[in-house]
């Protein structure tokens, strides 16, 4: 089986790889929705979604009846109801531009996870390596430069409609994209300053950060967000600007756009912006847990190379270079996804700003942050590393 | 009552930030997120209805199973939206209740005229009319709607009340008033 895998086509091999990745991220964004619904629910004091259930699932005797309260079934009614329902298209639209918006949300979303390692294995010698797509050596340059690419989906959607919410719609996530992209990237340079050390090749990719964080020693197991905090903090806020995500939700903002961008949308076009959003909130909760929370360490200080060790002792099998990947994707995803819970937690808690608020904290107050961020760490690295 | 004037201070460093609001908030929300829920998961569940509910108006019998209606008509007249339609009629010579003298031979209150004021409920001499504690009705046609006798008395059952005010005016009558 696996030579038959290895034997393959290099650019077959890809193109299976690609789509089991896209095969996880597409279910995840519509679980998402789906979670998004449930924490809703709990944090305002209601069950939530709670009766769909498929007959056979429904016999189980325990899992079923707790499937069913968890709102699983939902997703699937969710997913069936907007393929099946009529895709109206409005007659005042650009159609070309309007039917290309939705597919334009999903190519920058799903493109995103190429560069994204998602856990890591030991190798015989015991060295660790990342598990991605393609570990390339511009990583986060790459993440920043598709990911940013999502926007045109908002700003064709909101000019195609040919309406005016979903016109302020576009011209809003658009400036909103612009002041914090800024703060974001500044964010992150302090960090690839220090994980950058003299006498090593110059890189900006994703596996390396969270080596540097698997380091043995007291500041060599730290995790970038204690390190750096405000970057770390940054870059979070600039994160839930990017996502479109409350508080800054702008360019949805139905107080007072209606639906904003999507307001002309229904059916599938709309569902698939909402997989595309969501799919860019996990994208981005990765990248902030590889780039601050350690990625797949299980705990800071504790390495998953110690982890393994461990194991290890306990059994030869969960040695396994396999049993260690499966391990590590699942330290992984339990930090991503408890990342994206607090997205949804942020979102039931925070009231959205007025558009001039999120202008002035994206210029007035982050960008000066980030500088003034940068420049402190710039000079104590040339310190510490001189 | 004396004015307070209140001091309004400049916001500290920390709140301008909005870091520890949003802190906070974010802790009450988690409060409310592991309190248990609030709402009733209702087709289960119902909630409790407290007594002097106005539900679904209903026609009741008195513990001897004596339909108490006499088919005076005042609710009838009473009703603002013109839900209620009786047709009168005479309890036949024989019948036990016979000295009622009248009862209604068709009683129809059309539930989607209805506005649950309960003033026929208000209005009835005899306590015949209640409105109760049903507060749901549904149905697929117009017709499934009108509430007709059999099936107001179905809904309504016996009222526990001793009156008994028509046998003790028959026995008045009979063995003349014991009391006055």
Known sequence: MIDFYLNLHPVVQGVLKGLAVIMVIFPIGGACSMAERKVSAWIQGRPGPNRAVVPWVSWIPVIGPFLQRLGIFHVMADGGKMLFKEDALPGHVNKFYFILAPIVAMIPALTTVTAVPFGAYLDTAGKVIPIALANVDIGLLAVFAVSSLGVYSLILAGWASNSKYPFLGGVRASAQLISYELSMTLSVIPLFLWVNEPGREATLGLGRVVEFQSQPGFLGGMWFVFIMPVSAFIFLTSLFAETNRQPFDMPESEADLVGGFHTEYGAFKWGLFFVAEYAHMVIGSTVFTLLFLGGWNPLPWVSLADLAGWLGQLSPLLAHPLAVGVISIGVFLVKVLALVFFFMWVRWTVPRFRYDQVMEIGWKKLLPLSIANLIFYAIAIAIIQK | ?180
């Open chain 2, 1 to 180: 009552m004396a004015i307070v004037p209140l001091e309004r201070k400049p916001l500290t460093f920390a709140e301008r930030t909005y870091v520890p609001q949003i802190l906070s908030g974010l802790k009450t929300t988690w409060r409310h997120l592991v309190k248990p829920k609030e709402t009733l998961e209702y087709p289960e569940q119902r909630p409790a209805i407290p007594p002097g509910y106005r539900g679904v108006p209903t026609l009741v019998k008195d513990p001897n199973g004596r339909e108490k209606c006499v088919s005076c008509q005042l609710c009838e007249f009473v009703c603002p939206p013109k839900a209620i339609r009786i047709t009168p009629g005479e309890i036949p010579a024989g019948a036990p209740a016979e000295h009622v003298e009248k009862a209604p031979k068709e009683f129809e209150i059309d539930m989607l005229r209805c506005i649950y004021c309960g003033m026929c409920q208000e209005v009835c001499p005899e306590e015949a009319i209640w409105l109760q504690n049903q507060f749901s009705m549904t149905g697929y046609t117009r017709e499934e709607m009108v509430n007709n006798k059999a099936r107001l008395y179905e809904l309504g059952g016996t009222l526990p009340d001793e009156h008994f005010k028509w046998d003790k005016k028959k026995s008045a009558e009979t063995h003349g008033n014991d009391r006055h």
